[in-house]
């Protein structure tokens, strides 16, 4: 047989396996946003454009111009948000398709907040202000102190989570097994995500400080812990990818991403090792549509709402003499 034959030959005994692999995952939806659209609220969305994996931009919902709310909410809520807005809008139909919301993680948010709302997505640049607020109680409190918002409103808690793999192909049982060398990780990058407090803290628990360095420096440092660009989302990404074995996440993500078809799996974290994050909601003293965000800050603990929240796994909000800051 002649060399080039032999090299064609090779070349697609070599492909096949990863055609055949490729195609395995190929049903999984890798790529946001996974709410295929339902994530815009109801409006003309003119001529509508979409590359997966290029052209998406999942965090950014509606229109902002003529927007009449403007809502910043953490970006792990973003599965709650499609039914959330249109309860809102049922009961307040002169808002049907003016709402505007972001689900960027709440760093990045605050950021956006301190730039008089500008805001730059590549070669997009966009200045849209902000009239209320979602974020860790903790958050909020820190704000409130500092007369960024007018109040902290609790109204959602939620519990951490290791995501894994269907079928748990690592035996990952613990978060002691996030500090084996065998383990390729996708964790929260503490620069922008407030939940990186509470995954420090549940390591610390079971591994004290041996584990926290482990996992969130020594692993960082060789590459085999990778700190999210976004928000959790990431983590489900490049589990479906193949780049990342396991993550600690919220337990909604893995309720989502179950709830989608992705094959995605959580190992629960007992409830004395775990840190318990709660959400509150705030209206910005410089809201353009004050009327409209207190409104939707009160809906957040109307039975619907929270109704919503719970199915998609967040938890009630604790009492508020518990919740103040």
């Known amino acids: 047989m002649s060399a080039p034959r032999r090299s064609l030959l090779y070349g697609c005994v070599v492909l096949l396996p990863l055609l055949f692999g490729m ?45 009449r709310l403007v809502l910043f909410i953490a970006g792990n809520q973003f599965m709650v948000l499609p039914k959330l807005i249109a309860g809102f809008e049922r009961r307040h139909p ?12 709440p760093g990045i948010l605050r950021k956006q907040i301190e730039q008089n709302g500008t805001l730059t997505l590549g070669n997009l640049t966009l200045q ?46 613990s978060l002691r097994d996030l500090g084996r060398g065998d383990v390729r990780l ?3 990058n503490p620069q922008w995500e407030g939940v990186a407090n509470q995954i420090a803290k549940s390591l610390r628990k079971i591994g004290g400080e041996a584990l926290f360095q482990k996992v969130m420096v020594e692993k960082v440092k060789s590459g085999a812990t990778y ?6 989302r990431q983590t489900a990404m490049r589990i479906l990818s193949g780049l990342s074995d396991a993550g600690v996440t919220w337990s909604s993500e ?28 705030g209206v910005l003293p410089d809201a353009r549509h004050k ?5 939707w800050v009160a809906y957040l603990a109307s039975p619907e709402a929270q109704s919503i929240y719970r199915s998609y796994g967040f938890g009630a909000p604790p009492s508020s003499t518990e919740a103040k800051p």
């Open 128 to 173: 849209v202000r902000a009239d209320a607020f979602q974020a860790s109680a903790r958050v909020l409190g820190e704000m409130l102190k500092q007369r960024q918002v007018e109040q902290s409103v609790p109204y959602a808690t939620n519990d951490l989570e290791i995501m894994i793999a269907a079928g748990n192909p690592h035996h990952i049982e």
């Open 23 to 67: 195609a395995g995952r190929a049903s999984a939806q890798t790529y946001p946003p996974w709410s295929r659209g339902e994530n815009n609220p109801a409006s003309d969305k003119g001529y509508v454009f979409q590359v997966e994996g290029v052209d998406n931009v999942p965090d950014l919902h509606g229109n902002p111009a003529g927007a």
């Open 94 to 105: 002169a808002l049907r398709g003016r709402i505007y919301y972001e689900t960027l993680p």
């Open 254 to 281: 893995v309720r989502f991403q179950e709830s989608i078809g992705n094959p995605i799996a959580g190992v629960k974290i007992p409830a004395a090792d775990n840190t318990t994050a709660i959400y509150a909601a």
């Open 186 to 188: 996708s964790m929260p």
């Open 291 to 295: 009327a409209a965000a207190r409104t």
């Open 227 to 232: 700190l999210t660009q976004v928000h959790h």
